[in-house]
């Protein structure tokens, strides 16, 4: 299975990733624009002709702009002049040859792009960015029909919900339909999210981000730290064990229903990524599993959590599981004979 994997403008990353192409299929990317969001904070500002040319250093694999903030202020829904520094911005990475599509979740979003230039939009295929939260057939349909109308091109590519990477039957299913109906389409799964089960403060998260984005203050750490998933996941740590990711050892227990793996973690940096895909191309991790994973990567330093010391039916046991946890008892179990508790320590900032 080959990957979809970010790109950051890194010269090290940038050779990894060549190092490694044969690999990839695809890269999604920030514009690195601090007037055109995506579903993470902004943190790197560049000019697009400099994004361009860091992307031309990567030949070969598709290439997909995250435009995928969860909703845009309304006025810009009506704003020409803030259309078209979108479009132009598009359309010079297109005439660079280094942009095959985008991948939206905002379908009014969608929509007024296309409207602002239909030369740009149908050149371009529109991805619905996985936070659509796709977890059913039907779903899938909408949101592709919503593309259909958009007069963007049908993806290549389409990630359903995380979570039916522990529903397999319903993936296979999905798979199976989505084949028949959209031939050529990739199914791709995220496998290092490492959220919550069906995470009951993503929504509200999501849309917290894209309001920071509209000039809001919004602490969104401290809002997950105080009353969110982290604190979910320091009251109930053998929890990570339920997140519906997938670890490098199972990625190949997939192929059957879907031909991509793709993998997060961009705002985490180069050394994070390289790390995460040197461990899915070489379809073992040996390290801390909350290492590997993105949203938890912070429980690396709380707790030890051996990846190769699961046992050998974690996928099946996971994969066929209830989510009746209280019932259960098996992640914990699990968590308390492996995981060992951090001794505390102050980290140590020089040189950062």
């Known amino acids: ?210 309001l920071s984005h509209t000039g809001v203050a919004v602490d969104t750490f401290e809002m997950n730290r105080t009353w969110g998933c982290m604190r979910y996941f320091r009251d109930n740590p053998h929890m990570l064990l339920r997140s519906p990711f997938i670890r490098p050892e199972d990625a190949a227990r997939y192929a059957d229903h879907a031909e991509l793996i793709k993998i997060c973690g961009r705002t985490l940096g180069p050394a994070f990524l390289m790390k995460v895909i040197t461990a899915y191309t070489e379809h073992t991790f040996t390290g801390n599993l909350s290492a590997l994973l993105d949203t938890t990567t912070w429980m690396a330093d709380e707790y030890d959590l051996p990846n190769h010391a699961l046992p050998a039916d974690f996928f099946d046991r996971v994969t066929s599981c209830d989510q009746l946890c209280r019932s259960c008892g098996y992640c914990q179990r699990l968590f308390d004979a492996h995981a060992r508790k951090r001794p505390f320590r102050l980290r140590d900032l020089r040189g950062e």
């Open 1 to 210: 299975m080959r990957l979809d994997v970010p790109f950051v403008p890194d010269e090290a990353y940038i050779r990894f990733l060549n190092d490694r192409r044969e690999h990839i299929h695809s890269l999604h990317f920030s514009l690195c624009a601090a007037d055109v969001p995506d579903a993470r904070h902004s943190f790197r500002v560049m000019d697009t002709e400099t994004l361009a040319d860091h992307l031309r250093q990567v030949p070969g694999p598709k290439k997909y702009a995250l435009l995928n903030s969860r909703f845009h202020r309304p006025e810009d829904y009506f704003a020409p002049a803030r259309l078209r520094s979108v479009t132009d911005r598009l359309a010079l990475l297109l005439k660079a040859g280094v942009l095959d599509g985008i991948v939206c979740t905002d379908a009014y979003f969608l929509q007024a792009l296309s409207d602002a230039d239909r030369s740009v939009a149908s050149a371009l295929e529109a991805v619905p960015g996985i936070n659509c939260m796709a977890d059913t057939f039907d779903k899938i349909v909408a949101v592709l029909d919503g593309v259909a109308a958009s007069g963007f091109r049908m993806p290549e590519k389409f990630i359903p919900d995380r979570s039916l990477n522990r529903k397999l039957p319903e993936l296979a299913d999905i798979s199976a339909r989505c084949g028949a109906a959209y031939p050529g389409m990739r199914l791709g799964l995220l496998a290092n999210e490492g959220c919550i089960w069906q995470c009951p403060f993503k929504p509200a998260h999501d849309a917290h981000i894209a």
